[in-house]
């Protein structure tokens, strides 16, 4: 079974300061997809980024960057110079590559201190 | 943007009585999700609907559940007989296709209904 662990319920960055937050994953399948989701308070959850299995590159969008690790199995964000609209609750999901199910980690609650 | 929209945003009911969750989906798009996460929990996969049918399910999902599109633009969430532990966050989401070019785009989520049930 797929499981999905983000192991920090609670993080705290500086503003303009990075921070990482953690997810693993437990998997058989070869071919998954890894996505990071946002959910600020009382808004609908968005995509950050996604990363495919079969790419060895890490997955970039602007301030938002993935360390993949396959072989690990770890799927980590890093969230550079962060901004007061980044705290929100973030959700590590994976979704195998045939599969239409999306499995969730519990979250982490990230705040931004001015 | 297009967005996945739900009502209500906070649906309060008595333990026993049914109640109808409703959400509209993008218009374009093909695979509908029903999603909850209870308070401090993760969230969790209650079905996925493709093609006027459910594609998977749950264990979660039993008997107590349903879904419906009615209209080919709703999709609403049917729980018959409400209990306790049912009180739960409950997410609509939608995606556009699931192989090919669409196997790694991500299901688009409304902003959810808070269900309490007392």
């Known amino acids: 079974a797929q499981t999905v662990t983000q192991s920090q319920p609670e993080m705290s960055v500086q503003e303009a300061e990075t921070v990482t937050l953690s997810c693993t994953y437990d998997t ?3 071919d998954y997809y890894l996505f990071w989701y946002k959910q600020p308070p009382s808004r609908q959850m968005i995509l950050v980024i996604r990363q495919e299995a079969y790419k060895q590159q890490n997955a970039t969008e602007n301030r938002f960057s993935v360390n993949f690790q396959k072989a690990a199995k770890s799927f980590s964000l890093k969230i550079s110079d962060s901004q007061l609209g980044d705290a929100a609750m973030y959700f590590c999901a994976y979704k195998r590559g045939t599969g239409n199910q999306f499995y969730f980690g519990t979250g982490t609650s990230l705040t931004v201190i001015p | 943007e297009p ?3 739900q009502t209500p945003s906070h649906q309060v009911t008595q333990m026993g009585q049914e109640v109808i ?4 989906p993008i218009s374009n798009h093909l695979y509908f999700y029903w999603y909850r996460q209870i308070l401090g929990q993760k969230v969790e996969f209650l079905v996925s609907f493709y093609n006027n049918e459910i594609s998977e399910k749950s264990e979660i999902f039993d008997d107590q559940f349903s879904v419906e599109r009615p209209d080919g633009s709703n999709f609403t969430l049917k729980i018959r007989s409400t209990k306790l532990e049912d009180s739960a ?13 669409w196997g790694n785009t991500e299901a688009f989520f409304g902003q959810g209904t808070r269900l309490t049930v007392v």
């Open chain 1, 28 to 30: 058989s399948e070869s």
């Open chain 2, 3 to 5: 967005e996945v929209t």
């Open chain 2, 21 to 24: 969750l409703h959400c509209v």
């Open chain 2, 89 to 101: 966050m409950y997410f609509c989401a939608s995606k556009r296709g699931s192989t090919g070019q």
